[in-house]
Every structure is written in C-alpha cells, then in structure tokens.
C-alpha cells in the first residue's frame, strides 16, 4: 500500500515529468512512442497514480534524452 507520502512523491514527480515532455515539445503520444511505453501508462506516472520501476524511469530519461538525474532535480 501506498502511504500519503509515497502519493505526494508520485504526484510531484508526475508534475516534473510533464515539464519535462513539455520543455521537448512533445505529447503523451509522442513521448510514448519513444519510450516503447503505453500512453495510459505515460498519463498514468505523470498523474501520479502509479510507481513506475527504475527500469521504466530509465528509458523515459533517454526518451527525453536527459540523465535520469535531471528527472529527480526540482522535487
């Protein structure tokens, strides 16, 4: 289970992951595309309503083409 805490932490990495793909000009869609990941899935993180493993972190980061670092600096 999921405690209110580890929710605060997914809804704001959610939140950075969107300003990311923003800041690359891409979509949903787009990003999930180069990713190889499902868009629900992609809508899903940045909602915060799921926690994605590391594995999945990682290609989202080379998808946006930034270390995963950089998905990790503003929380």
Known sequence: MINIRDINFLEAFGKELRRLRHTKN?????LADLADLSTSQIGRIERGKINPSICTLK???EALGVKMS???ENL
């Open 26 to 30: 891409l979509s949903q869609e787009a």
């Open 59 to 61: 290609i989202i980061a």
């Open 70 to 72: 950089v998905m990790f």
